[in-house]
């Protein structure tokens, strides 16, 4: 399993020289506030991995720390190393290259990838699920599913209009070999059709001249063979002119034979129908006299009817105005009666009421006043557990100020504690320079003496190894010594040496022995310096905790804005002022009134309602009876106000019995003549419609003998229709038809003899095309040329349908691959789902869509949420802390479908940063599934002291090995530091 060891940054952005910076197998966890370096980490991994930083671009320089030359990273992964270096110069930057890591991606797809699936860098604002349909299309696209395909899929496009374009020239060319082919076989045709035409004599223009002019009255020219085939037709067309009138002549004469017999028939019906018209036109004057003297005596009848129906009217309203008087006399005595009765009942229930009310009132005055004294107890009870509570947390905050003191003499003492140390410190590497500086210059001592010692010991060596046993003068002096003493004073010389060599050996141990104690007490300066620190820094920690619960205490109202002292007397005041309400509460206690029960004022307000009840009741009813009352002696004075006097009943009734039967007498002689008038009217109908009839028939043979002597006239026949007179004219018409057929047979014969001579000319004009054309070659052998021709043609059109078939077949090939883009990411879609129903709030995150398409070629990826009964894109609808949830589950969904790397690890850069607590620790939730279930390297960094401890506490119970660390200013830059 791939696990980063450690990673060794130096002057990246802040971070000083040599920092190591350990990695836990399992979570990492960088605490550090904003600016010290949390995102320059990751921007260091990724120039590890990938060799570049992505969102830089050319601007590599910009890692280097300010005031240094380069910068360099090395990530340790045991069994193999990956290492980059910046330089501010023009120098590319230095990258150990691919490894197991990278398996088979492409170089330039790393960072895209490491993005994808490891890497969430909040610098990095163009996220996938932030950016627009086709932005997000294009990312989704470099992925290695189908990567290829996708590539060779832009290309099919150029390539098919390529085909397409060469297919067209040789469809062109095809169908233009085609046309040379159907063009030389007409040619042939025409000249054999316009061959067979020409048969036996021909005559000359001249003679088909004089026997056209035979038919025209115009001079005809033989001057070509067009201007005969014209005067042939004219003459032709004319003479059928000549002879379709006849004939239409005729048919309309034949046509005549029924109009002589119809014109007889109708002007004796047309006589016979004029005297009968006559005497009926007689009869029906007649009728309509008798009819209109009927009609005066039913006036006159129902003048008199009327008369006597309006009087007989007059005297039955007057009887029922009499009797309606007499009636709403009696109803109005009962409704006053009645009026009274309902007066007293209302003046009963209004004293009712008015009881009621006032016991009502009384018991809820009094429960008034006990709810009032509850809600003043209950007020005064919140107000002394404030009290308390302000009590107690002035205590805590008594005890936490004397703590803060004790902290800040210590912070004091540390602080100079930390100063003699660090003066101790600076003692102690200035000793150690000194003692380093003297230990070089005793070796640089040694190393000369040691060479010039060899230099020596050789050439004497030399000297000695050529000197025979038997040779006793010197080779340097050239005294004869013997050779026992030049045995002597060479050994005497070689040991000469080695007592000083020894003496510089034994200096130079000493001066490194004294490096070693410079570095031990080095080293002990600066670790009791950095213990120092560490229990200043704890004691800052711890003051600014107990600050934080001071801050908390002193936002209560009772002391804001206040010191000990001050909230101490605002405490004494608060419980004297408590003090005096509660005595004021009992003294308003022991003044109020019994209380009655919940029954008794439920009883006293049921009373209350019924007796408003009824008193209600009781006014409409005796509204109603008031109004009833009124209309009813409204209508009783309108009686009594008539201007003249009613008279009696008996004489109104014997009235209207003497009118009754005038009025019936009227009625009966009404009808009588009513019925008189409509006998008249039928003998009038009658005597109408015989005349009508016999007006329509004459006018009928009327109208036939116009139409007769109307289309007699129309065929230019002189005098009444007459047989004799049609025959001869029908004669006249058969003859001048027979001459006219007999003329356009002899037209036709003329006209056979000009198409012989146009196939003659025809016959010549298509041989000298076919020679033109033919050529030097036969006409067979043009005939083959041109089919070779269409032939190869059609078999070029052949091959370019084949390879454009072929490039059809592997664009659909390349369409399916490509697809496998989209079914990859259905396979996504559930498990993004699901981490966002687990890690954002708002329940319809968790429902966001991911579709992926292609439109015009086009790559298009769509993230949307539901709205109502719509979708938008998940940008303009989500949250800051929304859309980074949204990029880390799809970069989690990733890591999980998607692996790319055998290195299983989420590189997250501050992942909680708009998240509080309650939000963050859903986040946290997932991260230790895929540490603990899934067996990924975190690596995470935040801001937040309280979610980072908070994290770790989580992972910690768990069993997760989890290492917490801290960004902390150091000589130089940023250093790390284990918390």
């Not at 003499?409 to 000793?431: C, H, P, T, W």
């Not at 310096?529 to 936002?555: C, F, N, P, W, Y």
Request: hydrophobic share 40%; charged share 25%; glycine share 4%.
């Amino acid at each position: 399993m791939t696990v980063l060891k450690n990673i060794t940054l130096s002057n990246i952005r802040r971070f000083a020289a040599d920092v190591t910076v350990p990695i836990s197998s399992q979570a990492t966890i960088f605490l550090a506030p904003n600016g010290t370096g949390k995102t320059a980490l990751f921007e260091a991994i990724e120039l590890a991995l990938t060799g570049t930083v992505a969102r830089l671009n050319e601007d590599m320089f910009a890692l280097v720390r300010e005031g240094a030359q380069r910068a360099e990273v090395n990530l340790d992964f045991g069994d193999f190393e990956h290492r980059a270096i910046v330089t501010t110069d023009a120098t590319p930057v230095y990258w150990s290259g691919r490894s197991q890591l990278h398996g088979n991606v492409n170089q330039e797809d790393l960072g895209y990838l490491l993005r994808l699936t490891h890497l969430l860098d909040q610098r990095d604002k163009h996220w996938f699920t932030q950016e627009e349909s086709s932005s997000a299309g294009d990312q989704l696209t470099r992925l290695p599913i189908g990567k290829d395909a996708q590539y060779a899929s832009g290309l099919i496009t150029g390539l098919k209009q390529a085909v397409t374009k060469v297919r067209t020239e040789q469809e062109r060319n095809t169908v233009d070999a085609q046309n040379k082919v159907q063009i030389w076989n007409n040619l042939l045709q025409q000249r054999n059709e316009a061959k067979e035409r020409v048969s036996g004599e021909l005559p000359t223009f001249e003679q088909i001249a004089m026997a056209l002019q035979l038919y025209s009255s115009d001079q005809i020219s033989a001057d070509n063979l067009d201007s005969l085939e014209a005067a042939q037709a004219v003459c032709t067309s004319n003479i059928q002119t000549e002879l379709l009138g006849l004939r239409e002549k005729y048919v309309a004469l034949q046509q005549m034979n029924e109009v002589c017999s119809a014109f007889t028939l109708a002007v004796d019906a047309s006589n016979r129908l004029a005297e009968l018209k006559s005497l009926r036109q007689q009869a029906h004057e007649e009728a309509q006299r008798i009819r209109d003297a009927s009609a005066v005596k039913v006036t006159q009848a129902a003048a008199a009817h009327i008369e006597a129906d309006l009087e007989l009217r007059r005297v039955r309203d007057e009887l029922i105005k009499v009797e309606e008087r007499e009636r709403l006399h009696q109803t109005l005595q009962i409704e006053n009666e009645a009026l009274e009765r309902e007066r007293q009942a209302y003046v009963q229930c209004v004293s009712v009421r008015a009881s009621t009310a006032s016991t009502l009132k009384e018991a809820e005055d009094v429960e008034d006043a006990y709810i009032q004294w509850t809600a003043v107890r209950a007020d005064w009870q919140t107000k002394a557990a404030e009290l308390e509570v302000a009590s107690r947390m002035w205590f805590e905050w008594s005890a936490d100020a004397e703590q803060i003191r004790v902290i800040d003499e210590q912070i004091k003492s540390f602080n100079q504690s930390i100063g003699d140390q660090q003066r101790v410190l600076g003692e102690k590497v200035a000793e150690h320079e000194i003692a380093v500086k003297r230990a070089t210059e005793a070796r640089g001592r040694l190393h000369t003496l040691q060479q010039s010692s060899d230099s020596i010991r050789a050439a004497v060596a030399a000297i000695a190894a050529d000197l025979s046993d038997k040779r006793g003068d010197c080779p340097v002096c050239g005294v004869e010594h013997g050779v026992a003493e030049l045995r002597r004073r060479i050994d005497n010389q070689l040991q000469a040496v080695d007592p000083v060599l020894r003496s510089l050996a034994e200096h130079e141990r000493e001066c490194r022995d004294a490096v070693a104690q410079s570095e031990r007490n080095k080293d002990e300066a600066t670790q009791l310096h950095g213990q120092s620190v560490a229990l200043r820094d704890r004691a800052i920690s711890d003051r600014d905790s107990l600050l934080g619960r001071v801050d908390l205490v002193r936002q209560l109202q009772i002391f804001e804005e206040a010191n000990l002292e001050i909230a101490s007397e605002r405490l004494a005041a608060r419980r004297k002022e408590l003090d005096l309400a509660k005595v004021a509460l009992d003294e308003f206690s022991q003044q109020l009134a019994p209380r009655h029960s919940v029954e008794a004022v439920t009883q006293y307000r049921q009373h209350a309602h019924r007796a408003v009840e009824n008193e209600n009741q009781t006014a409409q009813t005796l509204r109603r009876r008031e109004t009833i009352v009124s209309m009813l002696q409204q209508q009783f004075e309108e009686f009594s106000s008539l201007p003249t006097p009613p008279r009696s009943l008996e004489l109104i009734k014997e009235d209207v019995a003497r009118l009754g039967e005038l009025a019936d007498t009227k009625l009966f002689e009404r009808r009588q003549a009513e019925a008189l008038v409509d006998v008249g009217e039928a003998n009038l109908r009658q005597s109408k419609s015989l005349f009508d009839g016999t007006h329509a028939e004459w006018q009928s043979y009327f109208n036939r003998v116009v139409e007769c002597r109307e289309r007699w006239t129309l065929q230019h026949l002189s005098g009444e229709p007459e047989q004799s007179i049609l025959t001869a004219t029908l004669a006249d018409c058969e003859l001048a038809t027979s001459r006219l057929v007999g003329s356009l047979s002899e037209l036709g014969e003329i006209r056979r003899d000009i198409a012989r001579l146009r196939g003659s000319v025809d016959y010549r004009k298509s041989q000298e095309i076919i020679d033109s054309q033919r050529g030097d070659r036969s006409e067979l052998e043009h005939g083959i040329y041109l089919i070779q021709n269409l032939d190869a043609a059609s078999n070029e059109l052949k091959r370019v349908d084949e390879r454009r078939l072929t490039l059809d077949t592997f664009s659909t090939a390349l369409t399916n691959e490509v697809e496998q883009i989209h079914t990859r990411l259905l396979d996504i879609e559930p498990l993004w789902q699901s981490l966002l129903s687990r890690i954002v709030r708002e329940p319809r995150f968790s429902q966001t869509g991911l579709q992926y398409l292609r439109r015009r070629n086009k790559p298009h990826a769509h993230v949307q949420v539901p709205v109502g009964e719509r979708e938008a894109p998940a940008y303009k609808v989500a949250s800051e802390a929304q859309k980074a949830d949204l990029q880390l589950s799809f970069l989690l969904s990733m890591a999980q479908v998607h692996r790319w790397s055998p290195w299983k690890a989420l590189l997250l850069d501050d992942p909680t940063q708009h998240h509080d607590l309650v939000h963050a620790s859903a986040v946290f939730d997932v991260l230790r599934d895929y540490i603990v279930d899934y067996g990924f390297q975190t690596i995470v960094t935040t801001h937040d002291p309280v979610q980072a401890r908070f994290f770790a506490r989580k992972l910690s119970n768990d069993g997760v090995q989890v290492q917490l660390v801290t960004l902390a200013p150091v000589g130089g830059g940023v250093g790390v530091r284990s918390l």
